[in-house]
Nanobody, 118 residues
């Protein structure tokens, strides 16, 4: 498994922006699909966006057009640019890694809190 370390959460007003980062450590050749999930209080963890090693991207419908996921393979790092944030985006955001051949992630970061409130 790879180790994942997130950064960049915080408090922002509605309509504002935040950028999350997640750095993966381990064998670069084994780092495949990385992504972001989030979990709000009382709710299940849900997918936000994923990006494969080759750049294939998937977004949840709720964030399309507002969030952008990107990846720097040389740094084993992914980013989530979040614009036009809404109160319903408030959650703990988790970075994930899914190795090739698996259906679900098997590594998670510690989580970073994103709070959207006036």
């Amino acid at each position: 498994q790879v180790q994942l370390v997130e950064s960049g959460g915080g408090l922002v007003q509605p309509g504002g922006s935040l950028r999350l980062s997640c750095a993966a450590s381990g064998n670069s050749a084994r780092i495949y699909t990385m992504g972001w999930y989030r979990q709000a209080p009382g709710k299940q963890r849900e997918l936000v966006a994923t990006i494969s090693r080759g750049g294939i991207i998937n977004y949840a419908d709720s964030v399309k057009g507002r969030f952008t996921i990107s990846r720097d393979n040389a740094k084993n790092t992914i980013y989530l640019q979040m614009n036009s944030l809404k109160p319903e985006d408030t959650a703990v955001y988790y970075c994930s890694h899914r190795p090739i051949g698996l259906t679900n992630p098997n590594s998670w970061g510690q989580g970073t809190q994103v709070t959207v409130s006036s």
